[in-house]
């Protein structure tokens, strides 16, 4: 090796360094602000009637589900929980890899239901104009709403959320991870 060359990185990690995932929000901090939302549901909806909740693919199944539940313990009634694939009415479906063995299951009928599309991340909104799109083939709902865990700006599409557990500004580079147990960001220099 040269004198001038070395094999350890440079100071602060150099230009290719990458941060370590930074957790914004813990499985408790995601529990009280999706018991937060489940009361705005509720209150924004004046009660349950002919509310569906209905996750899309893949981030927002779960969250529904745990919705859902946290709304039954509040209000001891059950909420109907779909599951809405939109794969194929995406803008971007031949720029990206199709994920297959995704079913939409929506388990009453939407014609008159207020849904409360649900996901994880509200990024460029092009997800969410997707599941309005594939919402069409269930019926026709009274009014769509929409809850995400984490807003993170940089719409691209005139989509507001109407419920969010927390607006989180990003930079484009970074990413954003939402399981049951966190919230993380990944990317971006360190």
Known sequence: MSPNTSDAAPPDGGAFAVAAPKTVLTGEDIGRALRRMAHEIIERNHGLDAVVLV???????????RLAAVIEAIESKKVPV???DATFHRDDI???PVQHGFASQI???????????V???LYTGRTVRAALEALNDYGRPKAVQLAVV???GHRELPIRPDYVGKNLPTSRI???QVTPE???IVGGAG
């Open 55 to 65: 996750g899309i693919q893949r981030g927002g199944v779960w969250v529904a589900e």
């Open 82 to 84: 779909g599951v809405l």
């Open 94 to 96: 031949g720029m990206r």
């Open 107 to 117: 388990p009453v009928p939407l014609d008159g239901a207020i849904v409360v599309l």
């Open 119 to 121: 996901d994880d991340v």
């Open 150 to 152: 984490v807003d993170r």
């Open 174 to 176: 970074e990413s954003v």
């Open 182 to 184: 966190m919230v993380t």
